[in-house]
């Protein structure tokens, strides 16, 4: 097998195995649990087993298009809008 080949095909391999190995689709956080509050710019990912103020039920392109239950929303580096469900843990 050809060097070029092998190269070309090393970076594919690797996705696929992340793909494998379980590794979240950053863009679709639905189920992840954050610390903020809207209009906080400072939202941030949080460990649903510690403490939250909410979970996102949603990954959405517009605001409007947030589901029902949606308590707050805010928008993501990605630029998608997270619709998030107040979900307080301690």
């Known amino acids: 097998m050809r060097w070029g080949v092998m190269i070309a095909a090393a970076p594919l391999a690797v996705l696929v195995a992340g793909g494998a190995a379980g590794c979240k689709d950053p863009r679709n956080a639905a189920g992840d649990c954050v610390v903020?509050?809207?209009p906080d710019p400072h939202v941030k990912p949080a460990p649903?087993?510690?403490r939250h103020d909410g979970k996102i039920i949603a990954g959405?392109?517009?605001r409007s298009d947030c589901p029902q239950g949606t308590d707050w929303s805010y928008t993501?580096?990605?630029?998608k809008v997270m619709c998030?469900?107040?979900a307080q843990s301690s």
Not at 76 to 79: G, N
């Open 60 to 62: 959405v392109n517009h």
């Open 84 to 86: 998030v469900h107040n």
């Open 48 to 50: 649903c087993s510690g």
């Open 36 to 38: 903020g509050t809207s």
């Open 76 to 79: 993501a580096k990605d630029p």
